[in-house]
């Protein structure tokens, strides 16, 4: 349930009209509800406030910091996959002991200002990064908390992209050697602490079972690691629950928590979430503006303003996103249509042989559950500015990430001096 819906037949975001902010703000625009945000973020608390649990929304599926600060308000944790998901966290306001740290490639700078920062625990993924986390916590004479990551081999039907929990994939350690592993960190790693368990199978599933078939190996290895005198406290069960993006039915976070519950009940653990998708998806919007339209032989192409640099997910994934008309009901013809960018790629297309009303040049069109992966995986790609991205609070809105100029797409950047000429010596 979301806060987007029309009135007399044109878009609001919550009190706002999406027309009125993309002529005021421009486009294309993503446009973020936070009553939506808030709203899904108690949901999915509280499906559950029964038992001991921490919230840890993911940063990466949308990073903005006043985003990230809206759910620090709501009293959420944080998990992270980079030093600069840690620096925005803190930015927001995050506590460092609601954190954790995930991803294979942590480097040790990177570590090292977790570290320093007292997060709450490191999700670890291989044998090497254990030792590397080992040495750098010895180096700031700190101890570093840790988890293991299991990769439980269960497929999560999804997209392959985003299925992390086969043994094909790169993610996590399998069972036998994390055994060895904990064992190996309590009797030689002085510097860490075994604190946890961790499995994330992969993102936008639609169903309980490979959550419960994960869970059910993770339970069995809790007990092992237990009875090796490794006492698990914390069982993180990761991220992924999927969101309605076309006529999906994911279960709702209640019918997923009683899963949850049910599976690992007497386990005596706090459970940890890392929902990223599922809090964000749906409470953001893109706004984009039609540029033309063109005819050819075999296909209607409506040409927006913005492209595979702003959304991402359908060039790369095939996604589908729903498109809205900002005003419908003016009875145009029903067309099957390609909705295209700028951008001098096939790929760059939000969505294909659409069914969808006709669109003219200056039509505003809303790209709909665009919160998640949205600006996140946006890009300057044909050197075209990031979008601008705006909060909607009621009546209200805030500019919460101003869109770039010109000058910011060449910040940085430096032409290198023109070289002198090395003059030759005359002969004789
Ligand atoms: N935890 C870990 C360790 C993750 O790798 C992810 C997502 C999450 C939590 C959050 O998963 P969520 O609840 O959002 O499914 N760009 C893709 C999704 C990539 C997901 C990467 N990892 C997309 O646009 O669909």
Known sequence: MDYFSYRKNKLYAEGLSVERLADELGTPLYIYSERTLKRH??????????????????????????????????????????????????????????????????????????????????????????????????????????????????????????????????????????????????NNLTNLIPLGIDTHIGSQLTQVGPFVDALKKTKRLVRTLRKEGIDIKYLDVGGGLGITYEGEKPPAPDKYAKAVIRETAGLDVTLIFEPGRVLVGNAGILVTRVLYTKKTPQKNFIIVDAGMNDLLRPGLYGSYHAIEPVQRGRGGAVITADVVGPICETGDFIARDREMEEAVGGDLLAVKSAGAYGYTMSSNYNSRLRAAEVMVRGREYFVIKKRESYADLVRGEVIPPVKTAVKSKKRG
């Not at 600069?84 to 930015?91: H, I, T």
């Not at 977790?114 to 254990?130: D, K, Q, W």
């Open 41 to 186: 973020f108690k949901v999915f608390d509280s499906a559950f406030k029964k038992v001991p649990h921490l919230v840890c929304y993911s940063i990466k599926a949308n990073s903005n910091i006043a985003v990230v600060n809206t759910f620090v308000n709501e009293g959420s944790g944080f998990d992270i996959v980079s030093g600069g998901e840690l620096y925005r966290a803190m930015k927001a306001g995050a506590h460092p002991s609601s954190i954790v740290f995930s991803g294979v490639g942590k480097t040790a700078e990177e570590m090292g200002c977790a570290i320093r920062e007292g997060i709450l625990l490191f999700n670890v993924e291989s044998g090497e990064e254990l030792r590397q986390l080992d040495a750098v916590a010895g180096r700031l004479g700190k101890k570093a908390s840790f988890a293991i990551r299991v990769n439980p081999d269960v497929d999560p039907k999804t997209h392959p992209y985003i299925s992390t929990g086969l043994k094909k994939n790169k993610f996590g350690i399998a069972r036998e050697e994390a055994i060895k592993e904990y064992v190996y960190a309590k």
